[in-house]
């Protein structure tokens, strides 16, 4: 019988322990937080379930790791923040044990490549595996980009491609598959560096992960304004281009985990350019108009949408 | 159906939506925390999960909701942190969507006693409803309460009564119960007022959650001293004392969610009278001594233990 104390030991090892503004670490009630001064923390909180989120024919214990803590880190991308910390409470089986490690292997190598120190957890019994993560990151005081900032005029970018984790999903259903569009679904990388450059940029930023027309449909409301985006400009894969029937997935097909961006046309050319810098690919896909409402061209078979987990649209289980 | 905006929309209305400090509520990709300059930030996560924190049977949904912030909370206390905001990642079946608004007028009751904000939050389906908050207070910088800092020496204070919480579920599975003592099991009471005081008394202190000695331990072994407590010193209720056969299970039952501080002697006359005057009783059960371990008088029934999560010890389902 593996104890809770075992369980934890074993998800700590392959962390780094020590780091700037971590007063105090895992092992103790709470972990302890030195914010710099004149710091904004933004905070983020997502999870995954099982069965919902992921499943063990597809994802490795450590595409999960990786996956459970890319998606909170998406988050704080989306508000130009700085990684910091986060803390992980896991619901398992006690037969869950031997993945323990192998989902923290996962978890850490994308911790060290963001540069964020895990600063505590929580192990509780459960039927079900899942992975709840709070995130939480710095921006200079009064900086952190919000959903409500984007103009009439801004031009809209996307970071990355669209369309291919829904595609893997699809395509199991179908049993073909392809290593490349599974990798966006197993492993998405979240667009830290495109958030801190956007930072100085843009008015506006969300993370597209229930689908780009809800996700952009989400800014326009909190902002007020409407937008015009071009469908054939929405960037997607050579492989979701060879594969899929039309532009519906990459519109509306959710985990994505990619940036939308609004930045003002005067500052468009230094945002490209800052972006090439650090080898991230990013697309303007549209412009954000006066009123309301989202328009798309190029998009004849579209039923407007995303992901909702309440309604059943998705289920990989 | 309930879709995912609703469930969210029912969570969030009972909450407060402004509150210092908070520049970004829930509703953006992250919350936005101004951290005072100075200041530590001390964060905890805790998770209550359906059959194994609680059932139905026993917890109403209001019960749930202040139980999942409650032991949170008590982490903060433990900290001597004052609350500050929280995060919940709710997974739950769509059965459950008339439960969820229930929920979180417990959860919200005491978030506004505690001043302690809604920052953000998530919803995911599961088979199985599990509430898992992460939560964050401050401290002046350097001050918060750790388990290492306890000397040879130290009085050794604990708040409230213990067992009960434990005794309410031995009560259930006898087919009789006491009001009392089922009100330590469903909603305990975060003890923050003493450890804000205890920040400026005490040289260690802890959350006791899982059975007072295991928690005791914890502190002896991260201090590097030992310690002497006698049992008829641990303070347990009217009703506990009437019905239970010995004091194991005040000793080592789990769920007290009360604190144990090491305060140096010349400080125990000051942190009597400041607990006394906000109306918080504590008891004084023993001394860390130098050396390692714990002895224990008065417990002759006694089998060292505490509650783990993995090891199948205790069980409402």
New interface residues.
């Given amino acids: ?5 075992q ?1 934890i030991d074993r998800f700590l090892s392959p962390f780094a322990r020590k780091g700037a503004g971590m ?2 670490g895992p ?9 710099s ?13 099982e ?3 992921f499943t063990s024919e597809l994802f490795s214990d450590a595409d999960i790791g990786h996956k459970a803590l890319a998606v909170n880190l998406s ?2 991308a ?2 130009g ?1 700085v990684p910091r ?1 986060f ?3 896991v ?1 398992c089986r ?1 037969s869950d ?1 031997a993945r323990v490690p192998r989902i923290a292997r996962g978890m850490a190598a994308l911790a060290a490549r963001a540069g964020i120190l895990l ?10 595996l ?1 992975l ?1 993560i ?1 995130a ?2 710095e ?1 200079p ?2 900086t ?1 980009l ?3 900032g984007a103009k009439a005029g801004d031009l809209i970018y996307v970071t990355g491609t669209f369309g291919d984790a829904a595609l893997a999903l699809a395509l199991r259903s179908l049993q073909r598959q392809n290593k490349a569009v599974l990798l966006h679904q197993l492993r998405p990388e979240p667009r830290l560096a495109v958030g801190l450059i956007a930072r100085r940029h843009a008015h506006a ?3 597209v992960s229930d689908g780009l027309l809800q996700d952009l449909g989400h800014v326009l409301e ?1 902002s007020g304004v409407g937008a015009h985006i071009d469908a054939h400009l929405v960037p997607v894969s050579q492989t979701f281009r060879d594969v899929a029937a039309n532009l519906d997935l990459a519109l509306t097909g959710g985990e994505d985990y990619e940036l939308a961006l609004f930045i003002p046309a005067a500052k468009a050319s230094a945002f490209e350019r800052e972006c090439e810098r650090v080898g991230q690919k990013v697309s303007c896909i549209g412009a954000a108009v006066k009123g309301g409402g989202l328009s798309v061209d190029h998009a004849p078979h579209l039923k407007r949408g995303g992901f ?5 649209v998705r289920n990989p289980a």
Avoid: K, P
């Fill in positions: 019988m593996t104890t809770e104390l369980l007063v105090l092992g103790d009630d709470c972990a302890v937080l030195r914010a001064n004149g710091t904004d923390q933004c905070v983020t909180t997502d999870a995954l379930v069965g919902v989120h988050d704080l989306a508000m923040a910390w803390v992980c409470s619901a006690a044990a600063a505590g957890g929580n192990f509780s019994r459960a039927d079900t899942s709840h709070t939480g990151g921006v005081r009064g952190a919000t959903r409500s930023a969300i993370d909190a909702d987990h309440f309604a059943g």
